[in-house]
Every structure is written in structure tokens, then in C-alpha cells.
């Protein structure tokens, strides 16, 4: 089996997921795969029974994609999982190299990958603030300490998500991801970007934050532990 699984969420893109799940395939890390469907009406389900047998298919109703990446992640059955949407993917050794950092460093929850977006593959917007700052690294983590990440382009310690409850879907558009953020820290847990571990994505997506606040230096020491949950932000 398997140390890592790709979830994918998808919503009336059935081509979209095809081309996802090819690639996936092509992998040699050899992923195992969660497609978490919120469809309203297309094939995807059709599709993906037909032609990838091998990847677990969950239907949910029409939700937000917080609630469908909670699922999948609780789905998982290994101990680390990366995410993706129909309209990214993973760099060849990138799932290995996360799998790798993830053993290494055990207080390591999110690992946010390096995004090139586009069809030039040009560095995402997220991507360039995470890379812009040059303190934040702590000793016991693998790269700058994060305060936000691309969602679509992040390997997660299932152990860590799901013990601070996964993403909030009640945040704001741009919350869950932020939340999460929070909720780890304050469990004890570190979240960094590195840059050797690459994503591909079709979209770019621009960070609701100045680059300094996507990647800064800890101030405090928690301590691992119950999280108490903010109120939305």
C-alpha cells in the first residue's frame, strides 16, 4: 500500500477529471486516489467507475469544497495526503519527496508545495510571496513557516488534519485554508514551504495577504493539545 493518497474534489468537469486522474496514474509514486464528487448532474460518477476502477469514489450533494475535502482526507486510508482539484497535479517526485519530509520532520502537518500555474508554468502568485521571505524557518521544520497555502498544491499529516477537526466550511471564501492554519498552530504542529516539492496548476491564485504575512517567524511556543475553534472569520 501506498503512504500517500490524492484527493481529488471535482463538480461538472467531467474532461477535466479525466485528464486529472490520467496523469495521477502516470505517477511513480503510484498514489492511491479519493475522487470526492459534489456533482449536480454530469458523468463524473459514470466516468470514473468506468474508467479508473482503482480510485475510491465518494458522491456527496452539492456542497462547498471545504466539506468535500474533509471527506476525502477522512476517507483516506494512508498516513499522509496530498490535495487537488481537476485543474491541477503533482510534478514526478513530488509525492515521494513529501512522503519523505513528512517522516523527517514529525512535527511537520502541511507541506506547501512549489505551484506553477498556466500553460508556461510560471510561478503562482501564492508561490512568489511564500518565496519572497527570507526569515521564518525553524530549526525542526523544512522550510519558512507558513501562515497561508494553496490548498490545491499541499500534502497533509492526516493524523494532524483531522485531530484540529480538517477545514472550517463555515470560514469566509478564503477562510478554511486560513483557519486550518490557525487551528494547527495552535495544536503544536508546523506547517512549511517547500520549494522542491512542485504542484501544477491551470489557474493561478493570488494570496489575500501581503507576502509578509504568508510567511513569517513564530513569536510563541505552543504546546500540542485540545484546539478551542475561533469564530469565523
Not at 475522487?35 to 459514470?46: E, L
Not at 474533509?70 to 498516513?79: K, L, Q, Y
Not at 509578509?212 to 493539545?225: A, C, I, N, T
Request: hydrophobic share 40%; glycine share 6%; net charge positive.
Amino acid at each position: 500500500m501506498p503512504d500517500i493518497t490524492v484527493v481529488v474534489t471535482a463538480r461538472d468537469r467531467c474532461e477535466w477529471l479525466r485528464r486529472c486522474l490520467s496523469a495521477l496514474a502516470e505517477l511513480s509514486a503510484k498514489p492511491a486516489v479519493v475522487v470526492v464528487d459534489h456533482s449536480a448532474h454530469d458523468a463524473t460518477a459514470r466516468m470514473v467507475s468506468r474508467d479508473f476502477p482503482q480510485v475510491r469514489l465518494l458522491r456527496r450533494q452539492p456542497t462547498n469544497v471545504a466539506e468535500a475535502r474533509n471527506a476525502g482526507v477522512a476517507a483516506s486510508a494512508t498516513p499522509f495526503v496530498a490535495l487537488a482539484e481537476v485543474d491541477s497535479g503533482w510534478a514526478p517526485g513530488s509525492l515521494e519527496k513529501g512522503v519523505e519530509l513528512m517522516g523527517k520532520y514529525d512535527r511537520l502537518a502541511v507541506v506547501a508545495a512549489r505551484t506553477l500555474s498556466g500553460k508556461e508554468r510560471k510561478p503562482d502568485p501564492i508561490t512568489k510571496s511564500m518565496a519572497s521571505a527570507s526569515e521564518g524557518k525553524e530549526t525542526d521544520l523544512p522550510g519558512p513557516s507558513i501562515q497561508l497555502f494553496r490548498a490545491s498544491s499541499a500534502i497533509l499529516r492526516r493524523e494532524a488534519f483531522l485531530e484540529v477537526g480538517g477545514f472550517d466550511p463555515a470560514a469566509s471564501p478564503t477562510g478554511p485554508t486560513r483557519r486550518l492554519v490557525m487551528d494547527l498552530e495552535r495544536a503544536g504542529w508546523g506547517l512549511a514551504y517547500c520549494p522542491e516539492v512542485v504542484a501544477f496548476a491551470e489557474r493561478p491564485q493570488h494570496p489575500a495577504h501581503k507576502p509578509q504575512q504568508v510567511v513569517v517567524r513564530r513569536k510563541y511556543e505552543v504546546k500540542r493539545g485540545a484546539v478551542e475553534k475561533p469564530r469565523s472569520l
